[in-house]
């Protein structure tokens, strides 16, 4: 009797060892991209990133994102790397690696936009990493955009739906995104334009837009700046001329894998957001191509099973007139999944001009 009690106890220690075990295993799966197949996104792999920072082929931006790499030359990005995977061991070097494109992508969208909140608290951790280099930084953003890119101080998400469309119709507008965009970012396109944006790209002609929304100053200082936000404005005032209620966005939908199809849901947003704003998610999908369906929904699975915490930074370009200033600690949880709230960020801004 004895010996059968201490045979049962032994299995079901060896059951409970095996048990945390394969769970330990899977939180690290999930902390380094999660695992291929149904219901789970890949890992970062490696492998070339896209060059140019994956520009969207008809901007003129190129002459920007060669003074961008080259302000980071050297080995400040070998620094900052070090740094990071110190703070957060199990992140890759892919894993950083597609990140820091992130990073590097939002410091393009700084010095076109006059303000631009943060929605990924992966990429702010990487960017908060980056500002322990002061000198580095400094110099790295005089190269770049003739001042520092202040990062603005961190007050805790805030729901910000409207600003998370408009930073996604600039986005998909300026890049192609990576297998990885939408997880380092969260998925795009889940939220319509505010009224008082989508009036403003209506009413307002492009002077003052350029005024009140873009980088003001880089555009009179770096042409392809000022060329890419005069053809955003044109793009952005046509889309908002066509957006009213009962509108039926009529682009012809281009291929999923294709350059062209985020600025073709970008369309549809702008043009949606004047409907209801419960129909605006049934709008949207009928737009979404058949891989892009599948995986929103496979991504809203895995984000209905997991907890997500929400990111709420924004940084601006400045001229040193103030504006935003490092806050000195604000957020964690870099080397994680890249989930967070889509729409939250802290509301706070700095200027472009």
Request: aromatic share 10%.
């Amino acid at each position: 009797m004895v010996i059968a009690i201490l045979i049962l106890l032994f299995g079901i220690l060896v059951f409970v060892s095996i048990a945390l075990l394969n769970r330990g295993q899977t939180q690290r799966r999930r902390h380094r991209g999660g695992t291929s197949g149904p219901g789970r996104q890949p890992l970062y792999e490696d492998g070339p990133l896209p060059e140019a920072l994956g520009i969207q082929p008809d901007l003129p931006l190129r002459p920007a994102v060669e003074r961008l790499e080259q302000a980071l030359a050297g080995d400040f990005p070998a620094m900052l790397r070090e740094r990071v995977q110190r703070k957060h061991p199990q992140m890759t070097t892919s894993e950083f690696n597609w990140k820091f494109l992130e990073l590097k992508r939002y410091f393009l969208m700084t010095a076109i936009l006059k303000d631009v909140p943060m929605f990924s608290e992966a990429v702010d951790d990487i960017w908060h990493e980056m500002l322990m280099f002061t000198r580095e930084y400094h110099r790295f953003s005089e190269a770049f955009v003739g001042s520092v890119i202040h990062h603005a101080p961190h007050s805790g998400g805030e729901p910000d739906p409207g600003g998370r469309a408009w930073f996604d119709w600039v986005y998909a507008n300026l890049f192609i995104p990576t297998p990885y965009s939408s997880r380092i970012w969260t998925p795009f396109f889940r939220y319509p334009l505010d009224r008082g944006r989508l009036e403003e790209l209506r009413e307002a002609d492009e002077a003052e837009l350029a005024d009140r929304l873009f980088n003001r100053k880089a555009a009179e200082r770096y042409p392809e700046i000022g060329e890419t936000i005069a053809r955003l404005i044109r793009k952005a005032k046509e889309q908002a001329a066509d957006a009213e209620t009962g509108a039926v966005y009529s682009a012809e939908k281009p291929a999923h894998d294709s350059a062209s199809y985020m600025p073709y849901l970008a369309g549809a947003l702008i043009v949606y957001s004047a409907a209801d704003l419960g129909d605006f998610d049934d709008l949207m999908a009928q737009h979404y191509a058949e891989e892009e369906a599948r995986r929103r929904e496979q991504e809203h699975a895995a984000s209905s099973s997991s907890g997500c915490g929400s990111s709420g930074c924004s940084g601006s370009w400045n001229d040193d007139r103030g504006g935003g200033s490092d806050d000195g600690g604000s957020s964690s949880g870099g080397s994680s999944s890249g989930c967070s709230s889509s729409s939250c960020s802290s509301g706070c801004g700095g200027g472009g001009d």
